[in-house]
């Protein structure tokens, strides 16, 4: 029996006739082996296309976070596998399985007794991380659904980016493609990886929507690379969970790859325009040679400087799924949540801009 403390804090969700109650407290890891056999819901597997009960790796950040929500809208039981870092409130009562994924043994351990229907790794980036959680289900779950990324592909001269485009090896998210291949790569485990362009929407951490927004609504130019005609597509949070939903129970899914983003292809220009209109501002679009500021880095502006979009043919094709925001809808959805955070009384460091900006102003 192991004997020490990991401080780890389980949230659990207890049926006992037909009442419900939520627990936080500290347990050794034997106690979380012992719990997770003996509390958990229903363990009886769900009719393909019914109410399932569903794991979701992470699940309190961004994408995760929707897809919780549209889950439990749906009726489905939802555990969370995450550090319990984010301290998220959901409508409705969800099982919490606190621990770290890259500790594989504790992962195991946690896990044992717990059935699931169908898994979602809404967090994985390097293989081995996933496959601590496939290896334990593989025999056991009607679906395993990853969340890869279209950044794994190799950009050319084709566009746009299907399922069947080139992989880069040298890619930064080749741990992403790693996994794909991994997961797919045994056609009797039912899996099905998902490739998202950019996402964006509220919860949304990374620096997207929300760089052009720091501008807009302060009043200051929003500076775009090159001739702003780059070419690039973004998908709403909410549409890419729906996507993953409707791969549960849908034969047309298992061992597929599909890319998943919005309806709409748009330059750098189009989209930093669509910003400020959905600010209501009236800033100014200042256009720069980026190759002459290399030394600011490639956080400097959101996106990849590279035309960087793809075909969402296939999905909606097998998924009987289509994106239900427009960019300018999902853009003003993103400017509620900004809003609501505060986001706009931050304080924010332009002085990369500035440099630009001072540079451009003594040509």
Request: proline share 4%; glycine share 8%.
């Amino acid at each position: 029996m192991l004997d020490v403390y990991l401080g780890l804090y389980v949230h659990l969700r207890i049926h006992w006739q037909g009442f419900r109650c939520s627990c936080g407290f500290k347990v050794l890891p034997s106690a979380a082996l012992l719990l997770s056999k003996t509390v958990g819901l229903d363990n009886r597997s769900k009719a393909v296309g019914g109410i399932m009960r569903v794991l979701i790796i992470g699940g309190t950040r961004f994408v995760g976070y929707h897809l919780c929500l549209q889950l439990l809208e749906a009726g489905h039981e939802v555990t969370l596998f995450n550090r319990g870092k984010q301290k998220v409130n959901f409508p409705e009562p969800v099982e919490r399985i606190f621990g770290d994924r890259n500790d594989f043994q504790l992962v195991k351990t946690l896990l044992e007794g717990q059935s699931f229907d169908a898994i979602f790794d809404t967090s994985g980036r390097k293989q081995e991380q996933t496959a601590a959680f496939s290896e334990l289900y593989r025999d056991k779950i009607a679906h395993f659904v990853y969340i890869s990324s279209a950044g794994v592909y190799t950009t050319g001269e084709t566009w746009p980016l299907t399922e069947a485009s080139p992989i880069n090896p040298e890619s930064r998210h080749r741990g992403k493609g790693e996994t794909d291949e991994y997961l797919l790569g045994d056609p009797a485990f039912r899996a099905t990886s998902i490739r998202p362009v950019y996402i964006y929407g509220p919860q949304n951490y990374n620096e997207v929507e929300d760089w052009f927004f720091d501008r807009a609504v302060r009043g200051r130019p929003i500076l775009v690379p090159g001739d702003g005609q780059t070419i690039t597509q973004l998908g709403h949070a909410q549409d890419l969970a729906r996507a993953c939903i409707a791969v549960l129970g849908n034969e047309k899914a298992v061992g597929q790859i599909y890319n998943v983003s919005g309806t709409e292809y748009v330059t750098f220009t189009g989209l930093a325009q669509a910003c400020v209109k959905v600010c209501q501002s009236t800033v100014e679009l200042v256009y720069f040679d980026p190759k002459k500021y290399s030394d600011l880095g490639r956080s400097f502006f959101p996106l990849r400087q590279q035309h960087f979009f793809s075909s969402m043919a296939k999905a909606e094709r097998d998924l009987d799924w289509t994106p239900q925001f427009s960019l300018q809808t999902g853009l003003a959805d993103s400017l509620t949540a900004y809003c609501h955070h505060g986001r706009q009384d931050r304080v924010v460091d332009f002085t990369q801009d500035d440099t630009i900006l001072q540079a451009l102003e003594g040509t």
